[in-house]
């Protein structure tokens, strides 16, 4: 039986989870250019582009693990940003490279991410959801 604490903590997991990508989301359309001249420096091609994608899987991937609304879904959208930011922007902190424990840190970080995601994927999103109203809703009418 799924208690009360269960459906708050999936809530309140699901509202600090998304919280950072939907602030990177609005971030990266208000620093449009910064953002470019970051993937430019990293050598990624067509930064114009990408940038368009990943602001699209940070904001539709945030709010739908937010709301909990194919929540299942938002978490791919979510990981499939993460994964390729991670290995580009975060990925050498080597000794030798200037950084290298704030990009060891950024690493480490998504890769907590990463872990709340992967959690969204298997569990769905829990208790106060609109993917739990729905089933409900779903249950009730066919009884």
Same mark, same amino acid.
Request: proline share 2%; charged share 10%; aromatic share 6%.
């Given at each position: 039986? %799924?208690?009360?604490?269960?459906?708050?903590?999936? #809530? &309140?997991?699901?509202?600090?989870?998304? &919280?950072?990508?939907? /602030?990177?989301?609005?971030?990266?359309?208000?620093?449009?250019?910064?953002?470019?001249?970051?993937?430019?420096?990293?050598? %990624?091609?067509?930064?114009?582009?990408?940038? %368009?994608?990943?602001?699209?899987?940070?904001?539709?991937?945030? #709010?739908?693990?937010?709301?909990?609304?194919?929540?299942?879904?938002?978490?791919?959208?979510?990981?499939?940003?993460?994964?390729? /930011?991670?290995?580009?922007?975060?990925?050498?902190? /080597?000794?030798?490279?200037?950084?290298?424990?704030?990009?060891?840190?950024?690493?480490?970080?998504?890769?907590?991410?990463?872990?709340?995601?992967?959690?969204?994927?298997?569990?769905?999103?829990?208790?106060?959801?609109?993917? #739990?109203?729905?089933?409900?809703?779903?249950?009730?009418?066919?009884?």
């Amino acid at each position: 039986m %799924v208690t009360l604490f269960q459906h708050v903590s999936t #809530l &309140a997991g699901r509202v600090l989870l998304s &919280a950072i990508f939907l /602030t990177s989301g609005v971030s990266h359309i208000l620093q449009w250019r910064h953002s470019t001249d970051l993937m430019e420096q990293e050598g %990624v091609p067509l930064p114009n582009l990408l940038l %368009v994608l990943a602001i699209v899987c940070l904001l539709l991937g945030g #709010l739908s693990v937010l709301i909990g609304l194919r929540a299942r879904l938002g978490a791919v959208l979510l990981i499939l940003f993460l994964i390729p /930011t991670t290995l580009v922007f975060h990925g050498d902190w /080597t000794a030798g490279s200037s950084g290298a424990s704030d990009q060891m840190l950024h690493f480490m970080k998504n890769l907590g991410l990463l872990g709340g995601l992967l959690m969204v994927l298997a569990f769905g999103a829990g208790g106060f959801s609109i993917d #739990l109203f729905l089933r409900m809703k779903k249950v009730a009418k066919h009884q």
